[in-house]
């Protein structure tokens, strides 16, 4: 809902050209996150986000993706841990409830469509290259990827916490979006007021 | 010395495992109580970490000395009331029951919780349930518990080794000792 009406807003600002958006099928999408504990693998997902998709091959000057993400809503499968990763060492979502991510670039490279994008987690910024799998659904379309962070980028667990030996530095973001067919193209109307 | 245990005297592999073991107990219960009061950060994760790592040497060990056990031959006992004699049979059965069930539960309370699981940052192990939280703290009321009985257990045990041997002046303690010590 939120996404469609981004969506005709930015219609309605004449922001949007070729690219088409895409409203995410928020039940059928997962944004996660893949960290190592004491050696063992555990699965971060963030079950409240926001997702915009604007995509098209051959416009890419005119595609961006965006999402912002409730920190709040991060569950690992265990309460003790969920409890823990919001405290001021890690992801401190008193102060810094939700993380974004903007494309500010994107390109064709041999391999696939990359998005140099700014992700912003716990008030710091950096610029990442996010690289994506995009497939044309009968549909709409799917979005998958895998990037791998290291999280004392973004301050999550500095100090006595950068021990790797409790919790390794490489946390892998596993995106999975399923989109509807896109919102049409046709001008929009002016916005109400 | 032969390894195994003669009509006389317990054999060096039983009193190794009996007082390797009480070491590693020794040590494990006050971490135990000491840990969970820590405030949570790396070094609270570093003694549970420890503590888990112990407490599955404890299970292997329980297993080896178990298996071990169940080849040897008994000691026959001083002269003692049959009643006597039945206790320290009991103790010890239970005393093997805890070794084995006390680690479990801490096993299943971790699991239940959905820590991580490693013995000195060498071997990962699998949980043995989903976390849930009303098995979590279930596991965690037996793991205490558990640990409860044991030192009463323990602490009867070895008041009845030092009574044989500071009171009754027989074989019973030096048959368990390290050293040569048997019975007549
Ligand atoms: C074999 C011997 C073991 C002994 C004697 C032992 C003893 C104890 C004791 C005394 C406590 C404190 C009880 C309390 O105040 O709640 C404790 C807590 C704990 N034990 Fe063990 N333990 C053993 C093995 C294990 C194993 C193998 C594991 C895990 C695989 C484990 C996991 C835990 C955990 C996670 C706690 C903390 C409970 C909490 O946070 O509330 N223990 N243990
Ligand atoms: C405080 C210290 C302890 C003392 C002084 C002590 C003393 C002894 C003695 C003298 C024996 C030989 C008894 C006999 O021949 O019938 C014995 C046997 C035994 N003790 Fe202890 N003990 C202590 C702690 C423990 C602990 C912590 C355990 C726990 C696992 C334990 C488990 C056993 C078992 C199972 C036997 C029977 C022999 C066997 O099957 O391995 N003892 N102990």
Known sequence: MRTLFTAALLLAAGTAAAAPTYPVLATQSSLSFVATQQGEKFTGVIRDFDARVSYAPEDLAHSGLEATMRLKSIDTKSPDRDQAIGTADWFDVARYPTATFRTVAMRMTPTGPVADADLTIKGRTKRIAFPFAWKATAGGATLDARVALDRLDFGLGGGEWADESMVAHRVEVVVHLTLAAPVAAAPAKPAAH | ?184
Do not use: C
């Not at chain 2, 494990?28 to 949570?40: E, F, Q, S």
């Not at chain 2, 503590?51 to 178990?66: D, E, F, M, N, Q």
């Open chain 2, 1 to 184: 010395m032969a390894l195994r245990s003669t009509a006389t005297a317990w054999g060096p592999v039983t009193r190794a495992f009996h007082w390797g073991m009480l070491v590693l107990f020794a040590g494990i219960v006050p971490v135990g109580y000491y840990m969970t009061d820590l405030p949570l950060g790396p070094q609270k994760l570093k003694v549970y970490a420890l503590h888990k790592s112990v407490g599955l040497t404890l299970l292997a060990l329980a297993v080896l000395r178990l298996a071990w056990r169940l080849g040897e031959r008994r000691p026959a006992l001083p002269p003692m009331p049959a009643w006597q004699a039945r206790a320290a049979g009991a103790a010890h059965v239970l005393l093997y029951v805890l070794a084995f069930a006390i680690p479990l539960s801490g096993w299943l309370f971790n699991s239940a919780a959905g820590f991580p699981l490693q013995w000195f940052h060498l071997v990962n192990l699998p949980a043995l349930t989903g976390p849930d939280p009303a098995l979590k703290a279930a596991a965690r009321e037996l793991h205490e518990s558990l640990v409860a009985v044991f030192l009463v257990v323990v602490g009867l045990h070895a008041a009845a080794a030092l009574k044989h041997h500071f009171v009754d002046h027989d074989t019973t303690l030096r048959s368990m000792l390290p050293g040569r010590g048997g019975r007549p």
